[in-house]
């Protein structure tokens, strides 16, 4: 019976593994790098397109050409959306990435005539497709999603600084120029120049350092602080935020959403599944076996009774 049952096994490992499934070919042309080199040469060829139609020489001359070819890397776009739909079925509509490419596509498929003329403008939101397109764009507006509440924070501080010189300078200055910061409008108006270097230092500061010399030190100190300071902790919350995206990107996790799904894996589930369904025809030959064993042992009991 061992050796029976250790053949049958034998057997069962040299049979061939199923075919995948359709929808798993799907997912994998979808995911394939072929297919994905494919939309992004499209998506550059349509921006390239919509920028040729805002000249109206060129659209006159080259109409016949644009139009079928907007048309028709659109028709690649809406293959694509449906491909992706079959392929992840509910996991496409639970991705934000999937759901902006469908809002994008389903923009372009709207009549943009009469009232709605002006859905023509939001064509230009097909060319935002390559941020979802790459990993390393949506990497980088993850990144940026992420860093929200930092940057709020940051920036949070910024208006308390910026306010508290407003104030600051509106006190110290408002008698030497009366222009620049008679008012509290009129100085916030001066400091937001000279925090962002806008020619206040010059037409600004250089009259009232002349007369106040100690005025320097003022605006040096609010320009390094509301400027440098706060511009390295942007920077910082972003890059932080951006480590984070890079640790928990889709990509990088087996099974998600616009993540290759490893070749391994895939031999992996197909090996089981075929040694699912060999176990399952060993445990019926097995059966039939013990019952035509049980069949025999009656019948030599019952000759040897006789």
Do not use: C
Not at 238 to 265: F, I
């Amino acid at each position: 019976m061992t050796d029976r049952v250790t053949g049958v096994l034998d057997r069962a490992q040299h049979q061939p593994p199923p075919p995948p499934t359709l929808r798993r070919r799907v997912q994998a042309l979808v995911e394939s790098t072929g297919f994905q080199r494919l939309i992004i040469t499209l998506i550059v060829v349509n921006a390239a397109v919509l920028g040729l139609e805002t000249y109206p020489e060129l659209t006159a001359e080259w109409g016949a050409v644009l139009t079928p070819l907007n048309r028709g890397i659109l028709a690649v776009f809406v293959v694509e959306i449906v491909l992706r739909i079959y392929a992840y079925r509910g996991r496409f509509f639970r991705s934000g990435w999937g759901l902006f490419d469908l809002f994008v596509v389903a923009i372009a498929l709207v009549p943009a005539s009469g009232e709605l003329a002006i859905l023509r403008v939001l064509r230009v939101l097909r060319v935002l497709r390559m941020l979802s397109t790459v990993r390393s764009m949506r990497r980088v507006v993850g990144a940026l999603v992420a860093a929200i509440p930092g940057i709020a924070s940051i920036g949070a501080l910024l208006i308390i600084l910026y306010y508290v010189g407003v104030v600051m300078a509106t006190n110290l200055f408002s008698g030497i120029s009366p222009e620049h910061f008679g008012n509290l409008g009129q100085a916030a108006t001066s400091m937001f120049r000279i925090m962002i270097g806008d020619g206040g230092l010059g037409d600004i500061v250089e009259p009232i350092g002349r007369q106040q010399p100690a005025a320097w030190l003022f605006f040096l100190v609010f320009v390094v602080i509301a400027t440098f300071v706060v511009l390295n902790l942007f920077i910082a919350v972003t890059v932080e935020a951006l480590e984070r995206q890079k640790e928990t990107d889709p990509a990088n996790v087996p099974g998600q959403l616009g993540a290759p799904r490893p070749e391994r894996e895939d031999q992996l589930l197909e090996a089981i599944d075929a040694l699912r369904h060999q176990v399952a025809s060993l445990e019926r030959r097995l059966d039939k076996r013990g019952v035509d064993d049980r069949g025999f042992d009656e019948r030599r009991g019952d000759e040897r009774r006789r």
